[in-house]
């Protein structure tokens, strides 16, 4: 009698587990490769050379890996299961290299990709680092191979402001982007890759479907659809004929959760 109360308690809770989300380690997902900036000269780890990039989508294509869309990522999640060898690219803040570079190469070759954008930043030129214009961006939209999302307004700690400020971060960089776009934004990137329960509800409630997160901080498998781990794309995945990138693509559902906390440096502020 025992034993069915106990077989009966583990089948109730395998049920609610089931009816709250099915949680996901890293192993489940397709290899989410987070890019910042692509420029001819670097002036930052996380800079990655036009050549260097160019080479990363040539390898990949050999490789036979498909790159998903937005969309073609939340089917395949849905669906629980993503094709053997898929691979979605992602940058992040919006920066001018993303236009200049990014841009053609993937279409080139046919690749898609996703754009996080930092709305605040968006036509801002006076920096080190200028961020792409509206017009710009309004040409990346229309173009189907390529899906925007939102990165906040101001790129803050979001577990260090007030609900307020954290909700008008979430809701406004939202509504500007689509307003801009004219076509709806449902994924959304952590700045610094901060997250905890409580920020994964208000990005639920804020009307997104699907959050990315960086690297694999150990605290994925918070929500399958909310913390999806990524890897920080950076000059050193290059070295040696791009070793550490095949290594990571390759590799990634076996790779330790130490080679991507050891290889994720936060962003200098001031950038
Ligand atoms: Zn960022």
Not at 65 to 74: G, R
Not at 162 to 174: A, G, I, M, Q
Not at 188 to 211: H, Q
């Given at each position: ?43 930052n ?82 920096t080190t680092y ?25 790129h ?110 936060p962003i200098s502020e001031d950038e």
């Amino acid at each position: 009698m025992r034993k069915i109360f106990m077989a009966l308690c583990c089948v109730m809770l395998l049920s609610s587990l089931a009816i709250a989300e099915p949680l996901k380690d890293r192993a489940f997902f397709p290899p989410v490769l987070m890019y910042h900036d692509i420029k001819t000269e670097a002036q930052n780890n996380f800079d990655v050379l036009v050549e260097d990039f160019c080479a990363q989508l040539d390898w990949l294509k050999e490789q036979g890996y498909e790159t998903l869309s937005i969309n073609d990522f939340m089917r395949y999640l849905s669906q629980d299961s993503f094709p053997e060898k898929s691979v979605l690219i992602t940058f992040d803040d919006g920066y001018s290299g993303i236009y200049n570079y990014a841009m053609p190469e993937l279409k080139k070759r046919g690749m898609k990709a996703t754009f996080f954008i930092t709305s605040s930043m968006i036509g801002v030129l006076t920096t080190t680092y200028p961020h792409v214009t509206a017009e710009e961006l309004k040409l990346m939209a229309a173009d189907e191979l390529f899906s925007i999302g939102s990165h906040t307004v101001s790129h803050l700690h979001l577990d260090e402001l007030s609900p307020e400020e954290r909700d008008y971060e979430l809701t406004e960089s939202k509504s500007a982007i689509e307003e801009l776009i004219g076509k709806k934004v449902v994924a959304f990137a952590y700045p610094y890759g901060n997250y905890d329960e409580e920020i994964i509800k208000a990005v639920k409630d804020s009307g997104y479907e699907v959050a990315f997160a960086v690297q694999d901080k150990g605290f994925c498998n918070m929500s399958a659809h909310f913390s999806i781990p990524r890897i920080n794309m950076a000059m050193d995945l290059s070295d040696n004929d791009l070793k550490l990138f095949k290594e990571y693509v390759q590799n990634y559902k076996n790779m330790p959760e130490e080679a991507f906390a050891e290889r994720w440096q936060p962003i200098s502020e001031d950038e």
